[in-house]
């Protein structure tokens, strides 16, 4: 099974940005905890702060992988093209995110990808990742 965790913007700054927020782990660490912890998964990483280059990604990858994890950091709220990409693929996609985006601006409680999520996994930290992975099992 051949599953991919697509990053958004400002995702690569993990461990180093708002480590009251987000940790002080930087997310290349915590990927090769998941290899490890999921074995059985042929797992893919992919960051961009660029909206196009996640939308093409989408493409490339949402019609012959198991699975799609995907944390568009603050593209959710904006990316009315990425939500478009998350409709148009048959891979199912499970939105992700570190922090509770409830609890932040309200600006953060709308998703342009959830309508067309598998599921949503909100608040838990870099195990946000962890339980998205998992529902794919």
């Given amino acids: 099974m051949k599953i991919i965790i697509i990053n958004g913007p400002n995702l690569n700054l993990l461990g180093k940005r708002e480590p009251e927020v987000y940790g002080n782990e930087t997310f290349e660490s915590y990927f090769k905890k998941l290899q490890h912890q999921f074995p059985n998964i042929t797992l893919e990483y992919f960051q961009s702060n660029i909206e ?7 493409q490339d990858v949402g019609f012959s992988y ?30 992700v995110h570190i922090s509770n985006t409830f609890s ?18 909100i608040g838990f930290g870099m195990e946000s990742y962890e339980l998205g992975l998992r529902a794919f099992e």
């Fill in 104 to 121: 932040r601006e309200s600006f953060r409680h709308q998703s342009y990808i959830s309508p067309n999520a598998k599921g949503v996994i």
């Fill in 66 to 95: 198991a699975g799609i994890v995907l944390n568009a950091g603050a593209y959710t709220h904006t990316s009315i093209g990425i939500g478009d990409a998350v409709k148009a693929i048959t891979t199912p996609v499970v939105e």
């Fill in 52 to 58: 196009g280059e996640i939308i093409s990604k989408i």
